[in-house]
Nanobody, 125 residues
Framework: QVQLVESGGGSVQAGGSLRLSCAYYGYIASPFCMGWFRQAPGKDREGVAYVYTGDGSGDYTDSVKGRFLIYQDYTKNVVYLQMNSLKPADAAAYYC??????????????????WGQGTQVTVSS
């Protein structure tokens, strides 16, 4: 049974930083793709970033490029999303998701097999 557990959400002022963590448990065939998604009230869930554990490569949605960093700690089975220069538009529930195999560049939610329960990020102006 694969389980993903997010943590690290909270409330910050615009310009601040947060680091989200996604701990993964269970038997997971490597390499795999780990993505971060977010969903604001009344909006669809959108892909934010992904990392491919095979080689550490990844990508970001345009709105977070240069501000967010996704990376993995292999020793702890955790994938992080470092979020800097946060904006009110970044406020949302953030979810990590796992997909076996390579990472699709489209970052569509239906392509992922397992999901965490989400962690809330609030950014005040």
């Amino acid at each position: 049974q694969v389980q993903l557990v997010e943590s690290g959400g909270g409330s910050v002022q615009a310009g601040g930083s947060l680091r989200l963590s996604c701990a993964y448990y269970g038997y997971i065939a490597s390499p795999f793709c780990m993505g971060w998604f977010r969903q604001a009230p009344g909006k669809d869930r959108e892909g934010v970033a992904y990392v491919y554990t095979g080689d550490g490569s990844g990508d970001y949605t345009d709105s977070v490029k240069g501000r967010f960093l996704i990376y993995q700690d292999y020793t702890k089975n955790v994938v992080y999303l470092q979020m800097n220069s946060l904006k009110p538009a970044d406020a949302a529930a953030y979810y990590c998701a796992l997909k076996y195999g390579s990472c699709p560049s489209s970052m569509l939610k239906y392509e992922y097999n397992y999901w965490g329960q989400g962690t809330q990020v609030t950014v005040s102006s």
